[in-house]
C-alpha cells in the first residue's frame, strides 16, 4: 500500500511542476527554418553521389559512339588482304597447311 502512496505523491508531484511551467513562445516559422536546414543538409550529400549528371552521360555516350566508328572505320581500311588470303597466311604461320614448294629431300 505504501508503494501506492508514493506513486500516487509521485504523479501529484509531477502534474503540479507541469502547473508551475511557463508558457514558451515559439516562432512561427520555426517548424519551415527547421525543415529547410534539414533539406539543405540532404541535397549536400546528393550532389556529392550526383557526379554523373545526364549532361555527363551524354558527353560520355558520344566519346564511346565516336571512338567505335573510328575504331570501325580503321578495321575496314586495315583489311587490304582477302578472306582467302588471310586463311592461308594463318595457316601458314602455324604450319597448318602443306606447302606447294618441293623439298630437295623428297
Not at 502534474?15 to 533539406?39: I, R
Request: negative net charge; aromatic residues 10%.
Amino acid at each position: 500500500m505504501e508503494n501506492n502512496k508514493n506513486i500516487k505523491n509521485k504523479v501529484e508531484s509531477t502534474l503540479l511542476a507541469m502547473d508551475t511551467m511557463e508558457h514558451v513562445n515559439v516562432s512561427p516559422f520555426f517548424k519551415d527554418k527547421t525543415m529547410q536546414l534539414l533539406f539543405a543538409e540532404k541535397e549536400a550529400q546528393t550532389s556529392v553521389r550526383g557526379w554523373f549528371t545526364p549532361k555527363l552521360q551524354l558527353a560520355t555516350l558520344v566519346c564511346v559512339v565516336v571512338l567505335n566508328v573510328v575504331a570501325f572505320t580503321q578495321i575496314n581500311t586495315s583489311e587490304s588482304l582477302s578472306y582467302d588470303e588471310n586463311i592461308n597466311q594463318f595457316a601458314e604461320t602455324y604450319r597448318l597447311s602443306t606447302s606447294s614448294e618441293t623439298s630437295f629431300l623428297n
